[in-house]
């Protein structure tokens, strides 16, 4: 079993739709988490950070970390064509620990 | 701020060559990390320094990968000899709090 699993996708949502995207985790002891977004040839651009539990939001996108589940979330507003990439969560003990990443999952924006 | 540069983008090599790759940190960020990235999968770390220290390279295949940090600044790291399972995207994060910033990466492909 994987440390972190996360849905490969593709979404493929309308544009102007929630983007959804959730991650879970056998770790108890994370305690920081993240998201990333990876456009195609690119690398990975930090999008949102958070330590232990609660929410997190930030303009169009809201974080939510459930460590009683080992659960996290991820959720795009408004979603645009511009949002489609790969979005991949990551997560480390500590703030000096490895991160340890899920596979990604591939989310496309229709017009 | 400048961001994480590496060099080269691309590179292609045939299987039993070597190839280096280098990383620029964001200055003032004193861990610095490589990850492979196959496609279609999420980055897996190599190796972790803190300044010129390697902090973690449990996964680091040491018969045929080497990294280096000079002066807790920049690192290079090095395959040789390279297979064709190597064939993927290497990139590099340095983070200063917790949270990691990464590089465009170099895109390795093996023949």
């Known amino acids: 079993q994987k440390e972190v699993e996360q849905d490969p996708g593709p979404l493929s949502v309308p544009e102007g739709a929630i983007v959804s995207l959730n991650c879970t985790y056998s770790?108890?002891?994370?305690?920081?988490f993240m998201w990333y977004r990876q456009y195609s040839r690119k690398g990975p651009e930090l999008l949102m950070y958070t330590y232990s539990s609660g929410n997190k939001e930030d303009g169009r996108f809201t974080a939510q970390v459930d460590k009683s589940s080992k659960y996290i979330s991820l959720f795009i507003r408004d979603s645009q064509p511009s949002d489609s990439a790969t979005y991949l969560c990551?997560?480390?003990?500590?703030?000096?620990?490895?991160?340890?990443f899920g596979a990604g999952t591939q989310v496309v924006v229709t017009p | 701020e400048a961001g994480v540069a590496q060099s080269p983008r691309y590179k292609i090599i045939e299987k039993r060559q070597s190839v280096a790759f280098w990383c620029n940190p964001i200055?003032?960020?004193?861990?610095l990390y490589w990850y492979q990235q196959i496609l279609g999968q999420g980055p897996k770390l190599l190796i972790q320094f803190q300044n010129n220290g390697v902090v973690d390279d449990s996964q680091l295949p040491k018969d045929r990968f080497s990294a280096e940090r000079l002066k807790g600044v920049d690192s290079t790291l090095k395959i040789q000899p390279a297979k064709l399972e190597d064939s993927a995207v290497y990139l590099c994060?340095?983070?200063?709090?917790?949270?990691?910033?990464f590089g465009q990466g170099t895109r390795l492909t093996v023949v």
């Open positions: 994060a340095s983070s200063l709090l917790g949270e990691a910033f």
């Open positions: 770790n108890s002891a994370f305690q920081y």
């Open positions: 990551a997560m480390t003990t500590d703030s000096w620990g490895k991160f340890q």
């Open positions: 200055s003032g960020h004193a861990t």
